[in-house]
Nanobody
Framework: VQLQACGGGLVQAGGSLRLSCAAS????????MGWFRQAPGKEREFVAA????????YYDDSVRGRFTISRVNAENTVYLHMMSLKPEDTAVYYC?????????????????WGQGTQVTVSS
């Protein structure tokens, strides 16, 4: 499966953005999906994940209550709606897909990655 992330940009602190991750090549419904982010000089870290059906979601504590992950399998797209953005949310955001049922919060469990989209939050 190929993943294409978009929707990043420059936003002021307190603002909102919605990231999209479109899949091609295979049906998105076959995969659990995750969003990760990587800030300059830091390792790529888990942000949010959603199961194949969309029934279960997981969030890192740093974004819980501000970010919402969702999916529309009929559109082959996963979304990350980000609200109340903070400067520390600045990073390149990546979507990722995995077919197995292993832990969704671990980066190495994912099989496919998109190219990333830059999110910059100014103070």
């Amino acid at each position: 499966v190929q993943l294409q992330a978009c929707g990043g940009g420059l936003v002021q602190a307190g603002g909102s953005l919605r990231l999209s991750c479109a899949a091609s090549g295979r049906f998105l419904s076959m995969y659990n999906m995750g969003w990760f982010r990587q800030a300059p000089g830091k390792e790529r870290e888990f942000v949010a994940a959603i199961t194949k059906s969309g029934h279960l979601t997981y969030y890192d504590d740093s974004v819980r209550g501000r970010f919402t992950i969702s999916r529309v399998n009929a559109e082959n797209t996963v979304y990350l709606h980000m609200m109340s953005l903070k400067p520390e949310d600045t990073a390149v955001y990546y979507c990722a897909a995995k077919s197995s049922a292993t832990v969704l919060t671990i980066r190495s469990n994912y099989d496919y990655w998109g190219q990333g989209t830059q999110v910059t939050v100014s103070s």
